[in-house]
């Protein structure tokens, strides 16, 4: 493939490093578009020197990383005719040249596919870089079924036409990146890791991520669908906890079956559209999703109404706490067939992504 090579690098208050760092992936046969986002006044003297070394775009302020290589994105799309490989590459200098260079040859030799940068997180790694990346790597295992290692990497390789799918993705800042990995498993965009050497530079101080905030930038789509998850499950379970008091005088076994399945109707018409509309903003026809929708509801009816059984009947489980684990239990099955199968995200009608600036 008789692609140019282009290292996208987002930099909001760089230290000096970043000028040797771009000069050594130029040696490497790389072009580089540097994207200032917002730095200092005392940082543009560096800016004008990296302007001798590679192409610098500014925004007028701070708008974070997602919307900075979007920015990027938007810059090569519309300056560059060819194809291309973008490699996105941090401007703290924790990413190496020859491994920007694997990187980018992998994203050259397997076009259509996310390329990540994978450390193994071996030797003395910051105590928050490596809980972080333990629990992301969890939680997108648990939402998603892919098993990716290293899922708060900045570097990574992907060609022109899968640059055009990430333009879309949501999230201006930390987040992005995670919305990215969510994406592909949503649309099924391959993801292969390839190892490259862990470097922390003074236990990663430089680094601009707010633990609190971009974390609960990073979860937030997991958490809108926990939200209404939860809300749901208040509505099923007071219908479910009402309806016993109702049937009290019938069979138990009857009581409680008939409990469960009034409270599942109820509660499924409500997640749905919340789901549609809020979590997912999917762009589906009614009747397409809440068909898929509905023999979803069934499955997990008859799966929730079995556990019951089993918690109560066989386990001797109190009902209303049979209730509560047969919930837990189908939450993420409920969360990753929602998200794979029955929603899809809103695209552009006419399939553009990016626009003349």
């Not at 000069?23 to 940082?43: A, F, P, Y």
């Not at 980018?104 to 928050?128: F, H, T, V």
Request: hydrophobic share 40%; net charge positive.
């Amino acid at each position: 493939m008789n692609s140019r090579k282009i290292a996208l690098i987002p930099a909001y208050q760089p230290e000096a490093g970043l000028l040797e760092l771009v000069r050594k992936i130029r040696e490497k046969g790389l072009e580089v578009v540097v994207v200032d986002d917002g730095s200092s006044r005392e940082k543009q003297g560096l800016f004008r020197k990296l302007e001798e070394e590679a192409t610098v775009l500014r925004h007028d302020k701070n708008r974070g990383k997602g919307r900075a290589l979007k920015t990027g994105f938007n810059y090569i799309q519309n300056s560059v005719s060819s194809d291309y490989v973008i490699v996105t590459v941090d401007a703290d200098g924790q990413h190496k040249p020859d491994d920007v260079k694997k990187v980018c040859a992998a994203g050259m030799e397997n076009p259509g596919q996310l390329i990540l940068g994978s450390r193994k997180m071996k030797g003395d790694i910051p105590l928050r870089s490596r809980f972080g990346n333990t629990v992301t790597r969890i939680v997108y295992r648990l939402a998603t079924g892919m098993k990716v290692y290293d899922t708060q990497t900045g570097l990574r390789a992907f060609d022109r036409k899968t640059a055009y799918r990430f333009a879309q993705v949501e999230g201006e800042r930390y987040e992005y990146e995670m919305n990215v990995l969510l994406q592909c498993a949503r649309e099924k965009i391959p993801v292969r890791e390839v190892e490259i050497e862990t470097v922390y530079i003074d236990e990663n101080r430089t680094s601009h991520f707010d633990t609190i905030k971009d974390s609960v930038r990073i979860y937030k789509e997991i958490l809108k669908f926990s939200a209404v998850s939860f809300g749901s499950f208040l509505i099923d379970y007071g219908i479910y906890s009402g309806m016993l008091c109702l049937t009290a005088g019938m069979l138990p076994d009857s009581a409680r079956i008939i409990s469960n399945v009034t409270a599942r109707i109820v509660s499924a018409g409500v997640n749905y559209t919340a789901n549609r509309n809020i979590v997912f903003q999917s762009n589906e026809k009614v009747v397409q999703s809440s068909g898929k929708y509905l023999l979803l509801v069934v499955l997990i009816l008859v799966a929730n109404t079995a556990l019951l059984e089993i918690f109560v009947r066989r386990l001797g489980m109190n009902q209303y706490v049979g209730k509560i684990c047969a919930e837990l239990i189908l939450f993420i099955v409920s969360w990753f067939v929602q998200s794979h199968f029955i929603f899809r995200r809103r695209e552009d009608a006419h399939g553009t992504v990016f626009k003349k600036a």
